[in-house]
């Protein structure tokens, strides 16, 4: 599990350095999806969602790269424009919900005046 989680952490990064701008709104929603996943992991509706929602669009998808860490985690895109998880795995969820607290926490702290 350590392989994904280096994996996870470069990419979130180098996300965040590239788009710090948005990436805050960007990993506040996804820390949220992967939450409800986790805490529900039985409901569908957690585990899938629509790329042209306007929260998901504006927040998240405006940083492309942002679609490559979600195949890393197990998601699936269908050509109707829904991302679905259709994995066991829901402690990989755990991992970016991790970095990206830490990425945020950090990102914090260095603008404390």
């Known amino acids: 599990m350590e ?4 994996i996870i952490h470069e990419m979130l990064n180098d996300i965040f350095n590239s788009h710090p701008s ?3 709104c960007a990993f506040d929603l996804l820390v949220t999806l992967f939450k409800n996943i986790i805490d ?3 409901e569908s509706k957690f585990r899938n969602f629509n790329k042209a929602n306007e929260n998901i669009k504006t927040k998240i998808l405006i940083i ?20 679905k ?6 402690d990989n969820f755990r991992i970016p919900i991790d970095v990206l607290n830490d990425i ?10």
Do not use: C, F, R, W
């Open 85 to 90: 998880y259709e994995g066991d795995a829901l």
């Open 64 to 83: 492309p790269e942002i679609i490559d860490v979600l195949l890393v985690l197990g998601y699936t895109e269908t050509t109707n424009d829904i991302m």
């Open 104 to 113: 945020l926490s950090n990102a914090q702290g260095e603008h404390v005046i």
């Open 3 to 6: 392989g994904i989680k280096e």
């Open 40 to 42: 529900n992991p039985t």
């Open 22 to 24: 948005q990436a805050k």
